[in-house]
């Protein structure tokens, strides 16, 4: 016997085999919706860490709803959701649990995104697997603490009062794990985080696969985020997030994202699918990237972003197809901040087949990305370095990229004889929409060292006044059939 009646949500036993441990719970779906504040917190994180003590093995949840506050993932744990096991996460912000990560040069995220449902730190041969279901209750909590602010209960420093909601440093995300080694994700469906989806900060060794993100409850909501992280796999993963789908980020300059491998997942996002950035200190290598469908995406399928000093090189991307979506490519490398300068080279981008509709594609979100503060043309696929530091050796083959057209000159118009007057933007937030009116509409082309362009058809599907390709200071630009 595990515990007693603790909370209303009493464990009735635990079952060891050899390294199998079923807890069944007898959390009837009735009692905790009758309630709706019996915790389950106490009895999981005591079957978690008796299987840690056991030396390691599995946690299984039968069918039922576990409501739970935070829960710390151990060594050597796995804990598998059988079909109709729900996990909710509390709607109470006191019942999460704080993950510290290693602080660096640079690093504005110090406190951020260390809340999570499920974290672990330093743990080793973790896995989350199954076909049930891990729901965050993400728009009651954040309303919760949003609530508490404004009573003055809980006070949020860094309140966001232009948009009206809490910060990122309150809202938990589902997962976050820190300094982890060997991590598996398997099957199981991720619902509703109020903040990050899946964080991961300088793990090594992740595998997620097969996984159904649904993360569209507010504000933030990425799908999965990769921080400083090495030998990950993503596969056969569907992603649908209020913010960007699969993002890498890099917060330390000691440190990079490398041997990432993303691969036959299905996204949708109000941001972009696949990005790298904007927190780009360290770098980004050997990254890969196949098999994606992006749909009903506002910004980038895949954007390349290193402002902060960041090093990309050895980047390849095939078999992308975007329909529905604001922006096929864009590639960026600037200098928002720190003395560093950042690379990007080395990016190989083949067979991408991208549809870019004139109205915003992700207009079925309750949550969207922010509309630029201008009137614009549909905005062409940049790719821009900046003066004395041009991005070096870019290879595009096999690019097909359907345009909506319907650009006049009434609504801007920037000619050729203009092209200069495009602001760098150098020191700014990078997003395709950055510059402004750019005056060609397929591909925009600045301070490039080395590029092919082999196969690369642009269509319109009605006119625009401007040329396909616009290029400045761009040498060894090669344009292949």
């Known amino acids: 016997m595990l515990g ?29 919706w009758s309630h709706g504040q019996t915790l389950c917190t106490q009895q999981l994180q005591h079957a978690i860490d008796s299987v840690y003590t056991a030396g390691g093995g599995r946690l299984t949840l039968n069918k039922g709803t576990y409501l739970t506050g935070g829960l710390i993932l151990r060594s050597g744990v796995e804990l598998h959701l059988e079909e109709g096991a729900i996990i909710l996460g509390s709607t109470s912000p006191y019942d999460y649990n704080k993950v510290e990560t ?73 997962f976050n794990f820190v300094d982890c080694k060997n991590v598996r994700i398997e099957g199981v469906h991720l619902r509703n985080s109020a903040g990050w989806g899946l964080s991961f900060h300088q793990c090594v060794d992740v595998m997620l696969s097969g996984l159904d993100i649904y993360n569209r409850a507010y504000w933030n909501n990425d799908g999965i985020d990769l921080t400083d992280c090495k030998q990950v796999l993503i596969e056969n993963c569907r992603v649908n997030s209020a913010d960007d789908g699969i993002c890498l980020k ?12 993303i691969r036959n997942c299905e996204i949708r996002s109000s941001a972009s699918a696949i990005k790298f950035g904007t927190a780009s200190y360290g770098g980004f290598r050997n990254i890969s990237i196949s ?66 509709p004139f109205e915003r594609p992700d207009i079925n979100y309750d949550l969207r990305g922010p509309e630029v503060d201008y009137f614009h043309n549909v905005h062409p696929a940049p790719i821009c370095g900046i003066p004395d530091n041009p991005i070096e050796n870019i290879y595009l083959e096999n690019i097909n990229i359907t345009y909506p057209g319907r650009a ?30 750019l005056p060609s509409w397929g591909l925009y082309l600045r301070h490039i060292r080395n590029i092919t362009l082999k196969n690369v058809k642009l269509s319109l599907e009605a006119d625009d006044f401007r040329p396909a390709i616009v290029e400045e200071d761009v040498v060894g630009l090669k344009m292949e059939k």
């Open 250 to 261: 890099s917060y330390n300059p000691g440190s990079c994202n490398e041997d990432i491998n």
């Open 4 to 32: 007693s009646h603790h909370g209303g949500c009493p464990v009735l036993k635990i079952i060891r085999t050899m390294r199998h441990v079923t807890a069944l719970f007898f959390c009837c779906m009735m009692t905790l």
């Open 102 to 174: 290693k602080q660096s040069a640079g690093d504005e995220r110090k406190d951020k995104s260390q809340l999570g449902l499920i974290i672990a730190k330093d743990a080793l041969d973790i896995a989350i697997t199954g076909k049930g279901t891990i729901d965050g209750q993400g728009l009651a909590l954040a309303l919760t603490i949003d609530s508490l602010h404004h009573t003055g209960e809980r006070i949020d420093p860094n309140y966001n009062k232009r948009r009206q909601r809490p910060s990122e440093l309150v809202r938990p995300t589902l």
């Open 291 to 356: 098999g994606i469908r992006v749909f009903d995406t506002f910004r980038s399928a895949l954007a390349i972003e290193s402002v902060d000093g960041a090093i990309i090189e050895d980047v390849s991307a095939d078999d992308i197809i975007a329909k529905n979506t604001g922006n096929a490519l864009f590639i960026r490398l600037g200098q928002r901040s720190g003395n560093r300068k950042g690379a990007i080279k080395n990016v190989r981008i083949t067979n991408l087949t991208a549809q870019i």
């Open 408 to 437: 006049t000159k009434g609504m801007a118009y920037v000619p050729l004889w203009r092209k200069g007057d495009v602001p760098e933007q150098i020191d700014k937030y990078p997003e395709f929409t950055m510059f402004g009116e």
